[in-house]
């Protein structure tokens, strides 16, 4: 299993323009997060999402969309760039099984908007 | 919304030390999950404790639950240098969790 997978691994923008951030999983995972992890801020929750179809905001959701159409691609949109977007962006799958949840995050997607 | 405050931000340990690193929230945890990122890398999974007073090992690693489920701890005996990076809890479920600022440890050899 390649487990979960991020495109691009670098990124550089302009303000204002748009990007599509990829992530995928062969785990058969049903639930899928974004985050974005700023120096001294840990990493804080854009979107995520319990099943194919099925999105919800997290802590910082202003300036992104997601969708889930298959259970294995959570793709992240940027609609118009800012500097303020400059961050690590991580994707998360999970799974649960009894009480446990244990997520696996992907390797990163660092982007720089000027 | 729930917050997770974890302290402290940064570590200096020489090798052979121990270390720790707390996590603390006002509201009630329904679980608690601890992390560890290595520099420049991506955080990978280390533990969960759902249980009040619950306390797991792994090797020269305990977490602990706190009996009032509002806190808990990583506690790290005679560091290595391969313990280097930054500890996160969480909190959480079913894809949403919140993070702590984490805590970064630097290991002198």
């Known amino acids: 299993n390649a487990g979960v997978t991020q495109t691009p691994k670098f990124q550089v923008l302009k303000t204002g323009q748009s990007m599509t951030l990829q992530c995928a999983q062969d785990?058969?995972?049903?639930?899928m997060s974004w985050y974005r992890q700023d120096p001294g801020m840990g990493l804080r929750l854009i979107h995520y999402s319990v099943g194919a179809g099925i999105t919800d905001q997290g802590e910082v959701p202003n300036g992104y969309n997601v969708s889930r159409s298959t259970t294995e691609d959570f793709p992240l949109r940027l609609l118009s760039a800012a500097p303020s977007q400059t961050s690590v962006y991580f994707c998360?799958?999970?799974?649960?099984?009894?009480?446990?949840?244990?997520?696996?995050f992907g390797p990163g997607t660092r982007l720089t908007v000027l | 919304g729930q917050q997770v405050m974890q302290i402290p931000q940064y570590q200096h340990v020489q090798e052979g030390e121990d270390f720790t690193t707390y996590c603390n929230s006002s509201?009630?945890?329904?679980?608690i999950q601890w992390y560890k990122q290595r520099p420049g890398g991506h955080p990978v999974f280390l533990i969960q404790l759902v249980k009040s007073g619950e306390v797991k090992k792994q090797k020269r690693l305990t977490f602990q639950f706190g009996e009032a489920k509002k806190n808990s701890s990583l506690h790290i005996t005679a560091t290595q240098t391969t313990d280097v990076g930054t500890y996160f809890c969480?909190?959480?479920?079913?894809?949403?969790?919140?993070f702590g600022q984490g805590t970064t440890l630097q290991v002198k050899p």
């Open positions: 998360a799958s999970s799974y649960r099984t009894g009480r446990t949840d244990t997520q696996y």
């Open positions: 785990m058969n995972h049903e639930y």
């Open positions: 969480s909190e959480g479920n079913t894809g949403k969790l919140i």
């Open positions: 509201t009630t945890l329904s679980n």
